[in-house]
């Protein structure tokens, strides 16, 4: 036996949502995102109280795989990951599926943030990202164990990156993300000024 091992390892999956026609597929993404914005006068009421600088449909509409079949299409390029994620994690679904229950735009511009948060009553979440500026934010996820670290020392600055508190996943158009939905995760604040546009949702096993 190995005298280290590693235990209870988090799995984030990450992927090209298709192999082909994905710059096509993001322009029609992209301009129903910038529809629904001007379109949706309660989200931007919410996201001037919650989500400052940016727009988030989150508040206001965050069932649109039911409303569009572009997101529709989104939603059936999703499902493939999302089984091909529980088969990696060894899932026994009893028969039953992993169904989206959400889906919503987030459009981030110059300094806005979305702070640290989990996604309860999910069991897989993620993101698709639509449009993304050189140099804007990732998603950054949190070690799980953080809360019981208690009174470990810190991690040396060459700390490899399995034993790093923090690891970020960059945001690329056309590639996916997919974790499960107790893992805390937040986008840090943009530092540049064109748009960063994404799309999150959420999966029920169902």
């Known amino acids: 036996m190995q005298r280290l091992q590693a235990w209870f390892p988090t799995f984030i999956y990450g992927d090209r949502l298709r192999k082909n026609g994905a710059r096509l597929f993001n322009r029609e993404l992209l301009q129903e995102c ?32 039911k409303m569009s079949s572009t997101f529709i299409e989104l939603e059936s390029h999703l499902n493939r990951h ?35 948060h989990l996604h309860p009553l999910s069991v ?40 790093r508190p923090h690891v970020t996943y960059p945001a690329e158009a056309g590639r996916l993300i997919l974790f499960e939905s107790w893992l805390r995760h937040e986008v840090p604040s943009s530092p540049v000024r064109s748009e960063r546009v994404s799309i999150s949702f959420n999966y029920a096993w169902s």
């Open 82 to 116: 999302a089984r091909a994620f529980a088969r990696a994690l060894d899932w026994d679904l009893a028969g039953r599926g992993l169904v989206m229950t959400d889906c919503w735009v987030n459009i981030m511009r110059h300094r806005t943030a979305h702070s640290l």
């Open 124 to 163: 897989v979440s993620g993101t698709y990202y639509v449009a993304t500026p050189r140099g804007c934010s990732g998603l950054k996820f949190e070690d799980p164990r953080m809360s019981r670290f208690m009174a470990a020392p810190p991690r040396i600055a060459t700390a490899r990156a399995i034993n």
């Open 34 to 65: 910038h529809q629904l914005r001007d379109f949706d006068d309660a989200g931007r009421r919410w996201s001037a109280r919650n989500y400052p600088g940016g727009y988030t449909s989150y508040g206001s509409l965050d069932k649109i795989h």
